[in-house]
């Protein structure tokens, strides 16, 4: 079992949508939990970075974190063509320097 | 403005060529790592080094070199033994642990073998 699990995609959904992408993981000591926006042929993006539990907004963007669940997720409102792009979850524990990514779900919005 | 700036941002290689693919930041980080990304299969770490003058494999160390000799530093050569060099490559760095946990990228560089 990978230690963090992303659905690939691809996502379309129409401009203005709220849109969901979702990670779960299975290694209950992360702590960091980060969202990337990566766009063709660019380096990934710090979005979004939350520690521990409960929600953060910026804008909007709002990331989620549910460890009892083992459960992140980053929500889009108001979704526009620009935001197409290949977003990466991403974790870490308290201490160390190593980091656990999933593979990445596309998403287009479509004008 | 501080950040990870990696060059050159294409390159061509021959087969049988070594090519070393540069990494500089200058956010003060003390960890920096080199990731390869293929299509479909997310990111792989290649090597990571936590302070200058050490470095350790990552997951798929066969066929490529480091060294850290600076703490802006951290170049990675692709040689000859790497037997499928074709693919985008990810220099990053992350914060000092205690302060947040996070990582930031370079724009990325995208190596071809011809």
């Known amino acids: 079992q990978k230690e963090v699990e992303q659905d690939p995609g691809p996502l379309s959904v129409p401009e203005g949508a709220i849109v969901s992408l979702n990670c779960t993981y299975s290694?209950?000591?992360?702590?960091?939990f980060m969202w990337y926006r990566q766009y063709s042929r660019k380096g990934p993006e710090l979005l979004m970075y939350?520690?521990?539990?409960g929600n953060k907004e910026d804008g909007r963007f709002t990331a989620q974190v549910d460890k009892s669940s083992k459960y992140i997720s980053l929500f889009i409102r108001d979704s526009q063509p620009s935001d197409s792009a290949t977003y990466l979850c991403?974790?870490?524990?308290?201490?160390?320097?190593?980091?656990?990514f999933g593979t990445g779900t596309s998403l287009t919005v479509i004008p | 403005d501080g950040g990870i700036t990696q060059s050159p941002k294409y390159l061509f290689r021959k087969e049988g060529q070594n090519v070393t693919l540069s990494c500089e930041q200058n956010?003060?980080?003390?960890?920096m790592y080199w990731y390869r990304q293929d299509p479909g299969q997310g990111l792989r770490l290649i090597y990571y080094?936590?302070?200058?003058?050490?470095?350790q494999k990552g997951d798929i160390a066969e066929g490529y070199s480091v060294s850290r000799e600076k703490k802006e530093s951290f170049p990675l050569t692709v040689t000859s033994a790497q037997k499928n060099p074709t693919a985008f490559y990810l220099c990053?760095?992350?914060?000092?642990?205690?302060?947040?946990?996070?990582?930031?990228f370079g724009e990325g560089s995208w190596l071809t073998v011809v």
């Open positions: 990053a760095s992350s914060r000092p642990t205690g302060s947040g946990n996070t990582i930031y």
């Open positions: 290694n209950s000591a992360f702590q960091y």
């Open positions: 939350t520690y521990s539990s």
């Open positions: 991403a974790m870490s524990l308290f201490t160390g320097n190593q980091f656990y």
């Open positions: 956010l003060n980080h003390d960890a």
């Open positions: 080094s936590q302070i200058v003058n050490d470095f």
